[in-house]
């Protein structure tokens, strides 16, 4: 078979546009519905490598050689290739995916030279594209794109669309496996991803390369609309981020530069470092925010004892990162500031800014964000409009609303002038497109000429392209009815987005009552005014910030005392909500309240401090702060310490069933910061207190908590525990109705037998006592505390010398329930155990897998002594297994400067790690003889940060 590389459909067939007549809808007349494949060869680079050009070169020919022959049996049409990767089509989808499997199997049984092992990863979806003089385009040809991205070498995956086509047609043997819905590089709505199985094929593949992966540290959020041309700026914004520091997207409001950046950001992150992070500013009413927004987004807590830039400089120094600052206008000359400090402290940050004008700071590259491409001034008929990014979106967005819409040679020259009028700003597309639900392109135009007239009068002193946005908004607000203004307006006291609950808890007022609201929400979703997102089994609403500020700015114009209603109303919901999963957390819906709570926290935040600060309500915010302790104690929040500031001003005006856990909470965070004798006891004096308020008020629940406490840290300093105190414990498992108290007070008497970090003896003993907690808390559904005692049974098989593989074994489960439920702490303290057990059976590859989540969460939490000193312990024993002993030797200082005092306080070392420190200490005495003392205090004068960047520099990513 001749080589056809590169050659296109047109290239081997000539024009494929037919002279005759076309059909009315002359749009879909250059469309097909076909099967999509791509495949491209894993590695390729080492191959290089290793094999050298020219023998490298005969791999790539059979490779060539063996895809052309599946495709040529399969009906395949090769549309190109690009160095290693494929393109074809298929008329259907049963042939596209026998042809993959069909190379994956043709691979495997290639004689290939020197033992080399060529791995192809294939990714097969189904849908339309279009076609013109450069081939075939549409976003669901980039669609099968991505997902060949996310496979590995010797892996065939399949969209939905393929996988419904071909499930009941696969040949005997074959089947599919669901891997669930990824998040691809488009940041597009989740697809749900199908693995082909066969006999003879690879089956265990690491998980897939998607943005859920774990490994591409970063929080770009999802978008469930695709994103629509402007691919050479893409490239434009990929490549300036890869050559400068700092860059600045500056353009007109909804000129889409958020979008642009996350698209660009989306296509890096898989390049080395530390991910890419969105800040997102547009929330922020004070520009002094800034800085607190880009430690919150890091996981840092501004430190009392520096000023914000500083720790700000601190948290950044050592990332190799990229920071998107969105939605900059409003705090430019802070963010400036901000940028200039980062410029000058983190050399290895770069930053991607979104502005209305560029920031000013020395160093800065301005890439000016125009509006879409416009079809030429003369064009009319939908082959000279369609192509061009302007009338792609709006054709996109229009069908998105009504799946009838169609594109005539009559409508093409009306929407390319509505785009045109609209000087194809994507909101403004957007807003437009959403009306052709309910009106004809004619209607549409008329009244887009006419509004643009009434408008184009204002202030000569805003820029035309902000009078242009004012006017789409203004134009469709103004379309909309009173009801819709209203519920429009009220809807702006959400925070990150609100479900329809939230929606009609805030907006049902006066005659429009709360089954009314879900049809005025429907109708905004419809008019582009609010966001529409699945999430899970439910669907989530956001409005686009612009449209967010347009309708705040009219909430205000109302009156204080509309503002204060829907604020209260805010309050009101979440407050009836973090009973609600107060009570579930630990009984029986634990992951479900995690997730909801995850959404919801930018809403519960904003309804404490709303509470607290207004006239008669602190109580209230209390009660909501106490509700949510389970909560924020299981996730290890940040960003709480402030609300529990506030609250404590409070908290004696409250009753003693909501101070109770609000204490306890304070307590809790307060006793991870200790290292020495004199706060411990201070704690212990703090959780007799809280006993005693728990008591009076009968929360049985937190009384027993904080008597596990008292437990803890009166053991860990070896003393006794009050005789009245266990004759309460014990009297709380035996006779209390509520499962998670008996088991909470199972877990407490576990504890007693331990005298200070507790022997392996004394840990069996408690054993008993472990399992029966365990069984309370699963009858409960308690996740949280299953977790809990799942990591004090790991323990116990450490100690007892247990073998491995039941520590494993142990570990593993209860590191899926911690990811199940989202218990981040839990999860964190798991990931070290397993990092410690693959660290003593000499893996250091897999230590560095589970220490990076690790590393990143303990970065977030400087508190978090002992689990930093764990993780130094596992890293320098991988440190030590390389052969790098001088950062073994550093991290052994760490080890010991950081829990020589915290084994006096309770923490656990089991026999094994302590025989793994003293032969890494052997092993390193003995081979940087004089210069391991040297290297020893270098690591015990190090920070927490310090530790964490230094385990980092082997198991590192995200931000520190």
């Not at 849908?127 to 590995?152: D, K, Q």
């Not at 705090?331 to 930053?351: H, N, S, Y």
């Not at 979440?574 to 957390?585: H, Y």
């Not at 989540?853 to 689990?867: E, F």
Request: with cysteine; glycine share 8%.
């Amino acid at each position: 078979m001749a080589p056809r590389t590169g050659r296109s459909r047109r290239d081997r067939r000539g024009p494929r546009v037919s002279p005759r007549p076309r059909p009315k809808d002359q749009y879909h007349a250059l469309t097909r519905t076909l099967t999509f494949l791509f495949s491209d060869l894993e590695g390729s680079t080492a191959l290089v490598r290793r094999l050298g050009d020219a023998a490298y070169a005969d791999v790539l020919a059979g490779h060539h050689r063996v895809v052309r022959e599946a495709l040529s049996r399969w009906g395949g049409e090769e549309e190109g290739t690009q160095g290693d990767a494929f393109f074809a089509t298929f008329e259907s989808a049963s042939a596209g995916v026998g042809c993959a499997v069909d190379i994956e199997r043709r691979l495997l049984a290639h004689p290939w030279p020197d033992g080399v092992r060529v791995r192809v990863r294939i990714g097969v979806h189904t849908g339309e594209a279009r076609e013109n003089e450069t081939g075939l385009v549409g976003y669901e040809v980039h669609r099968a794109a991505r997902i060949a991205a996310v496979g590995h070498g010797g892996q065939v995956l399949l969209s939905a669309a393929t996988a419904g086509l071909v499930e009941s047609t696969l040949d005997e043997g074959v089947g599919l496996i669901d891997l669930g819905p990824h998040r691809l590089k488009d940041l597009g709505r989740p697809e749900t991803i199908f693995q082909v199985a066969a006999p003879d094929l690879d089956a265990s593949f690491p998980p897939l390369r998607s943005l859920d992966n774990p490994e591409l540290a970063n929080n770009l959020p999802a978008s469930l609309s695709p994103f629509v041309g402007r691919t050479q700026e893409v490239t434009e914004v990929v490549a300036r981020v890869r050559g400068s520091r700092l860059i600045t997207l500056a353009g007109a409001g909804g000129a889409g530069k958020t979008r642009l950046a996350l698209q660009a950001a989306a296509e890096l992150l898989e390049e080395p470092g530390d991910g890419v992070w969105l800040v997102e500013l547009a929330p922020l009413t004070n520009p002094q925010d800034v800085i607190p927004a880009v430690l919150t987004v890091f996981g840092v807590q501004p430190d009392a004892d520096e000023s914000p830039e500083a720790t700000l400089v601190r948290a950044l120094r050592g990332l190799d990162a990229l920071v998107i600052l969105d939605n900059c206008e409003h705090v430019v000359d802070e963010v400036a500031k901000v940028a200039d400090l980062v410029g000058r402290g983190a050399p290895r940050v770069r930053i991607l800014a979104t502005s209305r004008e560029p920031l000013g700071v020395g160093g800065e590259e301005v890439v000016r964000v125009r509006s879409m491409g416009l079809a030429p001034p003369d064009a009319e008929t939908v082959a000279e409009v369609v192509g061009h990014d302007a009338i792609d979106l709006f054709v996109a967005r229009a069908r998105a609303h009504d799946r009838d819409f169609t594109l005539t040679d009559d409508g093409a020259r009306l929407v390319a002038s509505v785009c045109r009028r609209l000087d194809g700003i994507p909101l403004a597309i957007e807003l437009a497109a959403a009306r052709t639900a309910s009106m004809s392109l004619a209607d549409l135009h008329d009244r887009l000429d006419q509004r643009f007239r009434l408008l184009t009068g204002g202030s000569r002193n805003a820029l035309p392209r902000q009078q242009t946005l004012a006017a789409a908004i203004a134009w469709s607000y103004d379309l909309l009815t009173e009801v819709e203004r209203r519920v429009l307006r009220r809807l702006t006291v959400f925070v990150d987005g609100f479900d329809l609950a939230a929606a009609e808890a805030v907006c049902a007022i006066g005659d429009l009552e709360r089954v009314d609201v879900d049809e005025v929400v429907g109708s905004l979703v419809s008019k582009s005014l609010v966001g529409a997102e699945r999430d899970r089994e439910s669907v989530r609403y956001r409005l686009l910030e612009t449209v967010r500020q347009f309708s705040a700015d009219a909430l205000v114009a109302q009156g204080p005392d509309e503002v204060t209603d829907a604020r209260a109303r805010h309050a009101d919901h979440f407050l009836a909500r973090s009973a609600e999963g107060r009570v579930a957390l630990t009984h029986g819906a634990t992951a479900e309240w995690m997730h909801r709570f995850d959404l919801e926290w930018g809403n519960l935040r904003a309804a404490v401090l709303f509470l607290l600060d207004g006239p008669g309500r602190a109580v209230d915010g209390l009660r909501l702060l106490a509700n949510l302790m389970m909560y924020i104690g299981s996730t290890a929040r940040v960003d709480v310490r402030d609300l529990l500031a506030a609250a404590l001003e409070h908290v004696e005006e409250a009753p003693d069933e909501v101070r109770a856990p609000i204490l306890l909470e304070d307590v809790m965070v307060r006793s991870s910061r200790i290292a020495d004798e004199v706060t411990l006891r201070g704690v212990v004096r703090d959780l007799e207190r809280v006993v005693e308020v728990a008591q009076e008020a009968g929360d049985e629940e937190t009384e027993l908590r904080a008597l596990q406490g008292l437990v803890n840290f009166r053991r860990g300093l070896s003393e006794s525990v009050d005789v009245v105190d266990i004759a309460r414990i014990e009297s709380l498992a035996t006779t209390s109705a509520d499962d998670v108290v008996a088991g909470s007070a199972h877990l407490a008497m576990a504890r007693l037998p331990l005298s200070g970090s507790g022997t392996p003896e004394e840990w069996s003993e408690g054993d008993a006592r472990r399992q029966r907690a365990i069984e309370c808390f699963r009858r409960a559904g308690s996740l949280i505390d299953v977790c809990t005692v799942l990591i004090q049974l790991s323990l116990t098989a450490m100690m007892d010398g247990s073998p491995l593989e039941a520590t494993l074994a142990i570990n593993l489960e209860a590191l899926e329930l911690a990811r199940e439920i989202g218990a981040q702490g839990h999860y964190s303290i798991v990931s070290t155990n397993l990092a410690t057990i693959y660290a003593l059976d000499g893996q250091p590859d897999r230590v560095d897998e589970y220490l990076r989540p690790v590393v990143r969460w303990i970065k977030s939490h400087d508190s978090m002594v002992g689990l930093v000193g764990s993780a130094a312990l596992a890293g320098a024993a991988a440190a030590r297994h390389r052969g790098d002993l001088e950062r073994a030797a550093v991290l052994i200082g760490a080890v010991d400067a950081l829990l020589g005092e915290w084994t006096d306080f309770g923490y656990v070392w089991t026999p094994r790690e302590r025989a793994m420190y003293d032969e890494i200490v052997a092993a390193l005495r003995q081979g940087l003889t004089s210069g391991f003392e040297r290297r020893h205090r270098d690591g015990a004068e190090l920070s927490l940060e310090g530790v964490m960047d230094l385990v980092a520099g082997r198991a590192g990513a995200g931000p520190r």
